[in-house]
């Protein structure tokens, strides 16, 4: 089920874009165009909180395994739910095409 934009992205876009700068998830353009989402948001990950930093009673940030970005937040006494591993746009490529292995191995 491939989504159309107006001005379709294309892997050369992605220096300049967002995970939330395209409508849907990366894997709505296909396995490519995931894979180089992927790699940009490797190479550009944000700078992560330090939960041991953090005040008491402040949320606690978990970020993705794969490519560093944020994956899911909690308050600092939860217990049920466990955080998620991979972000939304990992969790989504994990299921529809399987995570890249590195180059190399």
Sequence with gaps: MNKKLASEPTATMLPKMHPEAYPGLATDYGKEFAVEALKWRQANQPKQINNADLYAGSPM??????????????????????PAKLCRECSALKE???LPTPEGT
């Design 61 to 82: 940030y978990y970020y993705c395994r794969v490519c560093g970005w944020l994956s899911d937040t909690k308050p600092e006494g939860w217990f049920l739910n466990p």
């Design 96 to 98: 529809e095409y399987g």
